[in-house]
């Protein structure tokens, strides 16, 4: 069903153009007109002209099998990760991170009840999930999300949970709420999580908070290996002090990046 907003500042027709962009999946890259109706619950009319406003921004294109979103789509989400000063701050800790593990490093925020990966670090290996930059998974299952629940008060972890998952994955693990609430709580008392093919098999992953000047959870990062080439006990012996080492680093950074006054140029008086 198409957004409707609840006040009058709200623009429903920049809604429904960011519907019609979100409809296109990894299952569904290209669709035909009546099938991004269908997905958006638009009208075929609406559908059409949003697509075709879209298309001549460059942000889709149209070929004989349909439409598809085009690589300037990517824009709408590296000016959030770059507007955050986040990827620039950990980039050279995250590759030196990786230099030492020999495994992949991520770093994901919360978008409902799912995590986005915001920035990444990969090394060449043969897993059972893609993951790039805007990759979205299920939160409870991933040890990234672990970390970002558990930072959450009651309330507000119910009400995210509550949210339907828009990753279109089904995780392996589908805890019961007194096992959830373990393991949010044992993540919250040691500050990390883990994740043992909790998502999917062949994945496993350790993951610790980043946080603000203020001591805030702004996002999470994690080393994430095969699990038939990295035993949990090496995840957490080895890779984990230096994971903890690497968020300490970057916390630190962009807290002192976040205090350095910006001028702001405005009209002389």
């Known amino acids: 069903m198409p957004r409707t907003g609840t006040g009058p500042d709200f623009i429903e027709a920049l809604a429904r153009g960011l519907d019609v962009i979100t409809a296109f999946a990894p299952q569904r890259p290209v669709m ?27 942000y889709v294109r149209i070929s004989d099998k349909g439409f598809a979103l085009t690589p300037r789509v990517l824009d709408l989400g590296t000016a959030y990760v770059r507007s955050l ?26 978008d409902g009840s799912d995590i986005v990966y915001v920035a990444r670090v990969a090394v060449p290996k043969i897993v059972t999930l893609s993951v790039q930059i805007g990759t979205r998974f299920p939160a409870l299952p991933t040890s ?32 019961r709420r007194e096992e959830r609430d373990a393991v949010l709580r044992e993540a919250r008392a040691r500050g990390w999580a ?7 098999l062949g994945i496993r992953s350790v993951a610790v908070p980043l946080r603000d000047g203020e001591g805030r959870v702004i996002a999470a990062i994690n080393v994430n290996a095969h699990a038939a080439e990295t035993s949990v006990s090496k995840l957490q012996d080895e890779h984990l002090p230096l994971l903890l080492q690497t968020a300490g680093e970057i916390s630190g950074d962009f807290a002192r990046l ?8 405005g009209p002389l008086s």
């Open 194 to 200: 883990l994740a043992d093919e909790d998502l999917a």
């Open 258 to 265: 976040a205090a350095v006054p910006h001028a702001v140029v």
């Open 32 to 58: 035909s007109l009546s099938e991004v109706a269908t997905a958006t619950g638009l009208a075929r009319p609406t559908a059409r002209r949003i697509l075709l406003t879209l298309e001549e921004l460059g």
């Open 85 to 110: 000063g986040l990827w620039d701050v950990a980039r050279p800790h995250m590759e030196q991170l990786v230099a030492h593990t020999r495994e992949s490093c991520s770093i994901a925020q919360l």
């Open 144 to 175: 990234l999300g672990k970390v970002l629940l558990a930072a959450l008060d009651p309330e507000r972890l119910e009400k995210t949970l509550a949210e339907p998952t828009r990753s279109g994955l089904t995780a392996l693990w589908q805890p």
